[in-house]
């Protein structure tokens, strides 16, 4: 079948999510265990550092994750934590400005950055014996950063060049912003990463340094380290350049205005002409895996899998094959930020097809779970397909330092990637029937239309009447 | 998006330049029944990757049913044999097998990825897939309707527009390079079972069949393997080459009016092809102009100096029949004919004055040095196997590769810049509503 729904709702990455703390020793298929040998310590000023091996080429990935993220961006500078990011490619008091990548690659390495709603992340991938090089590297700009008035005003057409080809130019993202300015009304999940026009176009050098200097410290930042290193080199090369560092600001922790309670449906109904197939989403207001109770995001992982994920899920079923109303559907739960999670479903129709019929075959469906519950043997299912991919992601050294960062980054500790596996099989038919009753009410939700304008009769006769 | 990813695929393919250091050991493995597949074996993950790429692609689609072929690569996993549809996907889903097909313009491409423990159902579910698919007419539906809205949305994405605008230009309405390979609307509403029987038994013969192995399995074992998927297919295609393009060589700037905040410049010239004795030489040379990377420069001109975009590229185009050179940024509306000039500007100061010495050193330096990235995950190798194969690189390529790169003179790249770049035959396709800019009549 086509994935097309890929390349349209990237953004949701379903799959991409519930892989996201995913990490396993044991083989979930036969039981051969698979050596992965996850290490972890900590530096003397309160640097973290994970190293994860992979002999079989000899490079490295190199990750210096930051415990700052959009979320954590003062009021009115929306944007400054991934302008910040930009910014650590000038240049330091070693290191001439724009040089960073360069030196990088006349290395043979490959670089780059990305900034999240929690985190912030630089990453190097090189051949291993130049791992000490970037580890200088890095260490260097964790501490001496030198940004020109020149560097800030080029740097911030750039982001807003981003902006527009990201977000502006495209209608999807454009709604997608929409739907979490309305999902979160006092948190600040609800501003997108890349910041809105109006105030990116106002940050400068001095809201570019504020941010530095009260983040940048070694006690915020976690190393990790995966490749063909073991974690006794790791260890030395990390103590000589990240441990020697002072920390420059003392870690808080991180407090964000909470959500109210959830007490009201919302809708988002956004018209566009640049639409060329309509769509629905519904998503809603749910814990993530740091805040959720016992089983619950695990349940909401084996969930989203049984109703949304691939063409043998329940949605597909019904709304594409059987009711032929859909040509693409899917849930997901993106249960990897700190604070919140989301849980959401999205259905495409035919041509000309209509999304309150849509939106109703969502509701039947979600009815029917918190009626019905789903089986035991979707839940083995599930399980099976989740376990399996788990496999699959061993392949990519990058993938697993990423996996592992991000998980850390938001509190969660090597033992709950690498136990995810096993908690996974202690999911129950009653943990998820639960799970559903608590997130998947009216009240904690969103339901987007995103649409075509209305039919060109309607303005053509308003302009007649001018 | 279906063009824009040909080309990022291409992008790709020109990745197969870079060579290891891991000592990449390729097996050449050739079945009874003729089926060759160079074979990397890695036992270290219990997975096998299989990609395999047949003869014949969009290109010669029938006029009247084009995007047959794509049609095709979204229909092989919707039932065969004894299963139905449900079926074969439950059986896929249910043994965690990833098997995907992808029509290209000469090519049709699969690839099959499995667990160890899963390998039998995996290897008889792709034999299924290949040789008696069924195309029962729910399926065909909802495909259909599927493939229909699929193209409604690529026509209203600027970068598609673009892609397609720009490339018609380049080798004129009638060349099959002009057609989407998505197909038409009308096209797509033709196409029927039969048609679909016609174009699987046309394409997905063992004339040319390139296959590339990575992973849990020995050589014996994938002998059987390649006979058991492949052996039973026609062992002769006959699909009509397609025409060589006549490549435009003179400039010009077109326009397509969209209401969007930034406008999408995509551009380009006349260019090479693979197998010309300039490319490596010119492959370099565009690592240095345009690879996107911070100190190329493009990337420094638009965007480090001035801000004009995110992103700045160009980069050898070579197609089959064309050879072409190609390039995008993105701006806002009212910067474009301030960008348009900087991209002009870097044309012809490169071609007048050639790279520096420490261009062509740095280049030579990541080029050789980033090798081993493209080979640090068996997926990664897989996909370089299967590209050497269809470039016709030979075995030994990965082994020669660095040397061909270190090989190029500074005086070599000087020349090839000037018989290349030239910024007098610039065609720009501009979607958006670009200020400061105005089309060229014709």
Do not use: C
Not at chain 1, 212 to 220: E, F, G, I, L, R
Not at chain 2, 278 to 286: K, M, N, P
Not at chain 2, 432 to 441: D, F, H, I, L, M
């Amino acid at each position: 079948m086509f994935k097309f729904n890929s390349l349209t709702f990237s953004v949701f990455a379903a799959k991409t999510t519930a892989l996201a703390l995913v990490m396993l020793v044991a083989s979930p298929v036969n039981a051969k265990p698979l050596n992965i040998d996850v290490s972890e310590f900590s530096l003397d000023n309160g640097m973290k550092v994970v190293v994860i091996p992979d002999h079989r080429a000899p490079v490295v990935t190199h990750m210096v994750w930051y415990k700052v993220g959009a979320a954590d961006e003062q009021s009115g500078k929306s944007g400054i934590a991934h302008f910040l990011e930009h910014l650590l490619f000038k240049g330091t008091k070693k290191i001439a400005p724009g040089e960073f990548s360069k030196i990088i690659s006349r290395n043979g390495g490959q670089d780059n950055a990305f900034t999240h709603l929690d985190y912030t992340g630089y990453f190097q991938r090189i051949s291993k014996d130049r791992l000490e090089m970037v580890m200088e590297m890095e260490a260097d700009r964790m501490q001496n950063l030198v940004l020109t008035d020149k560097d800030i005003k080029t740097e911030r057409d750039v982001i807003k060049e981003e902006r527009r080809t990201r977000t502006d130019n495209k209608p999807a993202q454009l709604f997608s912003e929409q739907m979490s300015a309305a999902q979160y009304t006092a948190h600040p999940y609800g501003i997108p990463i890349i910041g809105w026009m109006s105030e990116m176009a106002k940050l400068d050098r001095q809201d570019a340094m504020k941010f530095y200097h009260k983040y940048y410290t070694p006690s915020n930042a976690i190393l990790v380290v995966a490749g063909d290193v073991t974690a006794d080199q790791v260890k030395a090369l990390a103590q000589k350049h990240y441990g020697v560092l002072k920390n420059t600001a003392i870690t808080k922790p991180r407090l964000r205005t909470m959500e109210p309670k959830p007490i009201a449906a919302r809708r988002v109904i956004m018209r566009d002409k640049r639409v060329s197939s309509p769509y629905v989403m519904r998503q809603y207001l749910v814990p993530s895996y740091v805040t959720a109770k016992d089983n619950e995001a695990l349940a909401l992982d084996i969930l989203t899998e049984i109703l949304g994920s691939g063409t043998t899920s329940r949605m597909y079923k019904k709304l594409v094959i059987k009711e032929k109303i859909a040509v693409s559907t899917g849930s997901w739960y993106s249960g990897d930020n700190m604070d919140y999670g989301t849980f959401g479903f999205y259905a495409v129709p035919a041509s000309g097809g209509d999304l309150n019929a849509l939106e109703k075959q969502i509701d039947a469906i979600i009815a029917d779970v918190l009626e019905n519950g789903v089986t035991q043997q979707e839940i083995d299912r599930a399980r099976k397909v989740l376990q399996a991919e788990t496999v699959y992601l061993l392949d990519s050294q990058s993938s697993l330092a990423r996996i592992f960062g991000r998980a850390l980054v938001v509190g969660q500790s090597v033992d709950d990637v690498i136990n995810w596996d096993d908690r996974l099989a202690a999911v129950t038919e009653r943990d998820i029937k639960q799970a559903a009753a608590k997130v998947l009410q009216i009240r904690r939700s969103v339901t987007g239309f995103l649409m075509k304008p209305q039919a060109a009769k309607s303005a053509a006769k308003s302009a007649e009447t001018k | 998006m279906k063009f824009f990813s040909l080309i990022l695929t291409f992008i790709a393919l020109l990745s197969t330049f870079s060579t290891s250091s891991r000592a990449i050991e390729i097996q050449k493995v050739t079945s009874d029944s003729g089926v060759t597949a160079w074979l990397v074996e890695d036992h270290s993950i219990p997975l096998v990757a299989m990609n395999f790429s047949f003869n014949g692609g969009a290109a010669s689609d029938p006029a009247d049913t084009t995007g047959l072929s794509q049609f095709l690569s979204g229909m092989l996993d919707e039932g065969a044999g004894d299963l139905t549809s449900a079926q074969f996907q439950a059986a896929i889903n249910d043994n965690s097998i990833k098997m995907s097909f992808a029509a290209s313009q000469h090519r049709f491409d699969g690839s099959l990825q499995t667990l160890t423990v899963n390998r039998d159902t995996a290897v008889s579910l792709l034999r299924k897939a290949l040789l008696s698919p069924r195309f029962d007419a729910a399926p065909l539906e909802r495909v259909r309707r599927q493939l229909l809205v699929s193209l409604e949305n690529e026509r209203e994405n600027p970068r598609v527009i673009s892609s397609r605008a720009w490339i018609k230009t380049m080798v004129g309405k009638d060349h099959p390079y002009a057609r989407s390979k998505s197909g038409t609307m009308l096209g797509l509403k033709a196409i029927t079972s039969k048609d679909l029987h016609a174009r699987a038994k046309k394409l997905l013969t063992r004339q040319d069949l390139l296959v590339a192995v990575t992973g849990d399995i020995d050589a014996k074992s994938l002998k059987k393997v390649l006979d058991q998927v492949f052996g039973d297919l026609p062992a002769k295609s006959d699909i009509k080459p397609v025409v060589e393009a006549a490549v435009l060589d003179r400039a010009k700037t077109q326009i397509v009016d969209r209401d969007i905040p930034q406008s999408i410049i995509q551009f380009g010239l006349k260019g090479i092809k693979r197998k010309d004795k300039d490319f490596v030489t010119a492959y370099v040379l565009f690592n240095i102009f345009g690879s996107g990377q911070f100190g190329s420069r493009l990337m420094e001109e638009v965007r480090e100096k001035r801000g004009l975009s995110y992103s700045a590229y160009a980069t050898l185009y070579p197609l089959r029949r064309a050879g072409l050179i190609l390039g995008s940024a993105a701006t806002v509306n009212a910067r474009v004919g301030e960008t348009i000039k900087v991209i002009r500007d870097e044309f012809k100061r490169m071609a007048d004055e050639g790279p520096t010495q420490a261009e062509l050193d740095n280049a030579k330096a990541y080029l050789t040095g980033a090798y081993a990235l493209r080979f640090d995950s068996n997926s990664k190798i897989t996909s370089q196997l299967l590209a050497i194969r269809k470039a016709e690189l030979g075995i030994d390529y990965i082994k020669n590769r660095n040397d061909l790169i270190r090989a190029v003179t500074l005086k070599e790249a000087k020349r090839v810049a000037k018989r290349l770049l030239h910024s007098d035959q610039l065609v720009f396709t501009i979607v958006g509503k670009p200020a400061n800019v105005t089309a060229t009549s014709n």
